[in-house]
């Protein structure tokens, strides 16, 4: 069984200093609040989706109509039974319910709720980008609201101004393909600004890696010269005059030298070592010179008698 306060002598040895498991949880709980919290990019990615969904509906709410367009603009066998079909195609849209139009003008203004979204803080490297995609979205509107609108009407009045029934019909098919093209031109701006995003954050993670593996490199490198222990003075003391450089070498031997006569002068006058020297003189050294000279007195007399 661990004793109370064991928890927190161990995280205080783990981490360095001392922490108690309040100061513990207050970090944990304002680390989780900031990694909870609904940041700016967090709403750009709101807005993204919010202009995808919008865009991707209202192209498919036009893109039905060209089951009639394409007859009337592309397929060079149609007849005036095709122009005849489309007029009673876009009369049926004219009585479209107010709710179901009510829908669609819906969807086109969240759409452009993502835009004001994105653009109220855009990065500047991307904000002409930003804008492009809000003003084709804008420039689709406008076609939906002036030409196709128009052209729906006229299909009931039968009154097409200075072209033929079939001319404005033709017109009213070229304004949904026109329509379509912006918005498939904000699709495409969107994708490229998703994946120049997705490729900033990959190429930030690569940075910060290999940051951390340099900051991880060099910390084990000071943790191995702090690991290194230092020379002992004996071992300093047996380093050879040779490998010392220029002028210590020589500033070393005068240091000796100068050891040495103060040795020399001291023991020259110690009474001790005078009469040790006295000694020597009157009693050893004759002695060992007297034995020296009957050695070589007895080795002659051997060399002498094995010749006879």
């Not at 807005?47 to 592309?74: E, P």
């Not at 004996?234 to 040779?242: A, C, F």
């Not at 020297?277 to 051997?302: F, L």
Request: glycine share 10%; with cysteine.
């Amino acid at each position: 069984m661990f004793k109370a306060g064991s928890t927190e002598k161990f995280a205080s040895l783990k981490n360095g200093a001392v922490a108690t498991t309040t100061c513990y949880s207050t970090v944990a709980i304002g680390r989780s609040a900031e990694e909870n919290m609904f940041t700016y990019s967090d709403a750009c990615t709101v807005g993204m989706g919010l202009i995808l969904c919008a865009t991707s509906f209202i192209i498919g709410v036009f893109y039905t109509n060209q089951a009639y367009d394409y007859r009337i603009l592309f397929d060079q066998r149609s007849t005036q039974t095709d122009f005849e079909d489309a007029l009673k195609h876009y009369q049926v849209l004219h009585k479209t319910p107010l709710p179901v139009l009510a829908g669609l003008g819906i969807v086109a203004v969240v759409g452009l709720v993502g835009h004001l979204i994105r653009i109220y803080k855009p990065n500047p490297d991307l904000r002409n980008f930003e804008y492009g995609s809000l003003v084709l979205y804008f420039f689709g509107v406008c076609v939906c609201l002036s030409n196709i609108k128009t052209g729906i009407i006229s299909s009931v009045t039968r009154e097409w101004g200075d072209v033929s029934e079939n001319q404005g019909l033709a017109v009213l098919g070229s304004s949904n393909i026109i329509l379509i093209l912006f918005f498939i031109g904000v699709i495409m701006l969107q994708g490229g600004l998703w994946y120049t995003r997705w490729d900033h954050q990959v190429r930030l993670k690569q940075f910060f890696e290999e940051e951390a593996q340099e900051e991880a490199a060099k910390r084990r490198k000071a943790a191995q010269t702090a690991q290194g222990t230092p020379e002992t003075p004996s071992s300093q003391s047996q380093v050879p005059q040779e490998g010392l450089p220029g002028d210590t070498g020589k500033h070393s031997n005068g240091a000796s030298s100068k050891r040495a006569e103060k040795v020399t002068e001291k023991a020259k006058s110690d009474p001790s070592i005078q009469e040790a020297e006295e000694s020597y003189e009157s009693g050893i050294k004759p002695t060992a010179q007297q034995y020296k000279a009957d050695n070589g007195n007895e080795v002659r007399s051997r060399r002498t008698g094995g010749k006879k």
